[in-house]
């Protein structure tokens, strides 16, 4: 098989997970947006995600996103930044992404509005919440008790647009009872923020589990890409 077959044998097979999930939860598969998370993989498998319809890719470290974002500005994709931001890098992310969806404290918002604000565009930030069980070893994001106010100080931005939430399940936990936290988290979040419909949840090993629970967009990489380097 060579690796457009193989991209194109899993994508295929993950749309049918997700239409399969929003199916039974009622909800139109169409309304589950599909991030390919291409960390770690090369700029020729993104252009071959490109050619099988792939829209929005997702990576989780500045340099090699940038560089792989620079080799594919031709093709029209919508990256999403989904990793842990230092404030020095902010800026430069704004540069290039689309949507900043691991915005988890309030420092980082200044320099990702002047990014955004140098290239004239106004930048989609999702703030990542914590589902981790005080107390725990935090795998990232702002504590729930946190939420609103961060994403007040998101909204006053004026080069970026609050979108939604972002949440990845902590290890050690069935992911639908952490999901279960999230859709409150979410309904807590949009009463205050109507437009913020975005809800960034599940991978590849939970991803029924999140649409379940009201995921838009859903961020998937090995269960397209393979498996990656143990080195992370
Ligand atoms: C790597 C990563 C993913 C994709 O994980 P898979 O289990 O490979 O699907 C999703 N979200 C975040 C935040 C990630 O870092």
């Known amino acids: 098989m060579s690796r457009a077959e193989e991209l194109a044998a899993n994508l295929a097979a993950v749309q049918a997970r997700i239409a399969t999930a929003a199916t039974a939860a009622g909800r139109d ?29 997702g990576e989780n470290r500045h340099q ?14 919508r990256w999403h930044f989904i990793g842990g931001l230092q ?10 992404a689309d949507v900043v969806e691991s915005v988890d404290r309030p420092k980082l918002i200044a320099p990702l509005d002047r990014g955004a604000a140098a290239r004239g565009a106004v930048v989609d ?16 994001g702002v504590e729930p008790a946190g939420l609103l106010d961060l994403a007040a100080a998101v909204e006053e931005a004026d080069h970026l647009r609050l979108a939604g939430l972002m949440a990845v399940a902590p290890l050690g936990e069935d992911p639908a009872a952490a999901f279960a ?28 589990q999140a649409v379940a629970v009201g995921a838009t967009h859903v961020r998937i990489g090995s269960a397209i890409l393979g498996s990656r380097p143990r080195v992370q």
């Open 125 to 140: 930030v999702l703030v990542q919440v914590s589902l981790d069980p005080p107390g725990r070893d935090q795998r990232s």
């Open 181 to 208: 936290r999230l859709a409150d988290l979410r309904a807590e979040l949009l009463a205050d923020h109507p437009g913020a419909t975005t809800l960034s949840a599940g991978m590849s090993g939970d991803l029924e």
């Open 29 to 57: 598969p169409a309304e589950v947006g599909l991030v390919v998370v291409t960390k770690y993989f090369p700029a020729s498998d993104v252009r071959l995600l490109a050619g099988l319809g792939v829209a929005e890719v």
């Open 87 to 96: 404030s020095n890098k902010a800026a430069a992310v704004a540069g290039y």
């Open 64 to 77: 090699e996103a940038e560089a792989k974002a620079a080799e594919c500005a031709d093709l029209g994709l």
